[in-house]
């Protein structure tokens, strides 16, 4: 139920998404740039939450397979029309979740979450299943707003606010802190946390995580 909920809202704002423009250009190429450096031209990736593709469009011909999924069928819709057929034959758009991915196990050598965690209902499960998917010593890539370090007034009152009317997705309040020691119970080595961010305040760390 919580599944389809979710589906339906992305569903519904994947037009406005679309057009939606990055608010940090500048961070946003500097994780393009690094997570580039950190893949090798043998990986096999998979995205979760790839929304419209624009990553996976970007990152897909640097690498051997590129697997970008997203839970609204009306995301991957538009990445795939964005699409030029045969222009990376590695890059595929499928509408999954890490739950819905079986028989995956062992699978991929870096998995990429990018603005995802914080919306997953099952943080612990999530990571575990992404741990299960990676092939030994592969990489986790994920960059996620910590929205238990925003202002009060917009995680408290806001955001609840928002969600009761339908204008808000499925949120976890979540610190850096709590972050970092979820990764890390899932079995991950966490190899490098940084800043990004090149305006305002840094509520989102980009964290490099190998598998154990």
Not at 72 to 89: E, L
């Amino acid at each position: 139920m919580a599944d389809a909920s979710d589906a339906h809202f992305w569903d519904r704002s994947a037009p406005k998404y679309a057009k939606s423009k990055i608010a940090d250009p500048g961070g946003y190429e500097r994780s393009l740039e690094r997570t580039r450096a950190l893949l090798k031209p043998k990986d096999r990736v998979l995205e979760l939450g790839c929304g419209t593709g624009t990553t996976a469009l970007r990152l897909a011909d640097t690498v051997q397979s590129y697997l970008a999924t997203d839970i609204s069928p009306q995301m991957i819709a538009i990445a795939t029309g964005k699409q030029v057929p045969g222009a990376i034959t590695g890059l595929t758009f499928r509408t999954e979740t890490a739950q819905s991915l079986t028989n995956l196990e062992a699978q991929f050598t870096a998995v990429l979450g990018f603005n995802y965690l914080h919306l997953v209902r099952d943080l612990p499960d999530t990571l575990q299943r992404i741990h299960d998917m990676l092939e030994p010593d592969g990489l986790f890539i994920s960059k996620t707003p910590c929205v238990g370090e925003m202002n009060f007034l917009i995680r408290q009152i806001l955001l609840p606010a928002m969600r009761a009317v339908g204008k808000a997705p499925f949120v976890a309040i979540i610190r850096r802190e709590e972050l970092s020691a979820r990764i890390l119970a899932a079995g991950f080595q966490i190899v490098a946390t940084e800043a990004h961010t090149t305006k305002g305040k840094d509520i989102r760390p980009y964290i490099v995580a190998r598998k154990r």
